[in-house]
């Protein structure tokens, strides 16, 4: 276990992996605004143990991955999707497992839809379908799912916190992972606050990361779901206050022979608590 600088394209990405490399491999996508620190160790490791070469990464403007200057950051979604094939590529893999949480699951439908040939199967963490259902709305325009929950609403349209004030920003990513967790559980904020400490202080500039929330689509597939052939599987919290259960259920509805995974009470994102149950159904689905 290592981190790696790779270069692919002119684009420089931190990338870090587990296990064997003679083991099918798996690559992780974490959502926007989150660096691979999210992809917590542990879990990492599990699925290393269960026999799979297992690789977690930074995005641009997260961890140790290249920054761009604040609010412009001269790359769109459609970029981040390609850098999934950018870090494969770097590590010499023809195609990989996937597994994307939140937005990370977005960009996993969309490399499957546009880069067909670098995905053995999909995993679909916590997110909701990318692309509408043929009939539907065009593209850019929310599908008929429910919206967030009103905590988590409240909680996004707050006004910022001061970015040059460590101790303000690491409180407010606490308390934006309770929100996340979703109100069911307990909530182990001891845990969540070195995480984040972690991941604030190992950053090259951690408000860099607020570039994603700025970013503009680019050029995303127009094939439906419904084109997507590889085995798919959907985990899903039925407390997910970002995207409610029916998005999971949306999303394995239209993906063909698609399972869905319910976590009961769980929230947005791998809780520790589901860590085995979660793992465990990725070691089944990609064996």
Do not use: K
Not at 28 to 36: E, N, Q, V
């Amino acid at each position: 276990m290592a981190e790696r600088v790779i270069e692919v394209d002119g684009i420089e990405l931190c990338t870090e992996s587990f296990g064997d490399p003679a083991d099918p491999p798996v690559l992780l996508i974490m959502g926007l605004g989150a660096s691979m620190l999210w992809w917590e160790e542990g879990f990492c490791r599990m699925l290393a143990a269960g026999g799979r070469f297992v690789i977690r990464y930074d995005h641009r403007d997260t961890g140790r991955s290249v920054t761009y200057e604040p609010g412009r950051p001269g790359y769109t979604g459609a970029d981040l999707v390609a850098d999934a094939a950018r870090v494969l590529t770097a590590h010499e893999i023809p195609a990989a497992h996937i597994v994307g949480v939140s937005a990370g699951g977005a960009f996993a439908q969309l490399l499957a839809l546009d880069h067909a040939d670098r995905v053995r199967s999909l995993v679909l963490i916590s997110t909701s379908p990318a692309v509408p259902a043929e009939g539907e709305l065009p593209p850019g325009l929310p599908p008929d799912l429910p919206p967030p929950t009103e905590e988590f609403v409240r909680f996004a349209s707050a006004a910022p916190v001061d970015g040059s004030d460590v101790d303000s920003v690491i409180d407010h990513e606490v308390a934006y992972a309770g929100v996340l967790a979703g109100g069911r559980r307990p909530f182990d904020e001891a845990a969540a606050r070195v995480l984040v400490r972690r991941d604030v202080e190992r950053a090259h500039d951690f408000g860099a990361a607020r570039n994603h929330d700025v970013l503009t689509d680019g050029t995303v597939p127009q094939a439906p779901l419904s084109s997507i052939a590889v085995p798919t599987l959907v985990i899903h919290g039925s407390a997910d206050p970002m995207f409610p259960l029916r998005h999971g259920e949306a999303l394995a509805e239209r993906i063909p022979g698609a399972r869905l995974l319910v976590l009961e009470d769980a929230g947005h994102g791998v809780d520790r608590a589901d860590r085995a149950t979660v793992a465990a159904a990725i070691l089944d689905h990609t064996s």
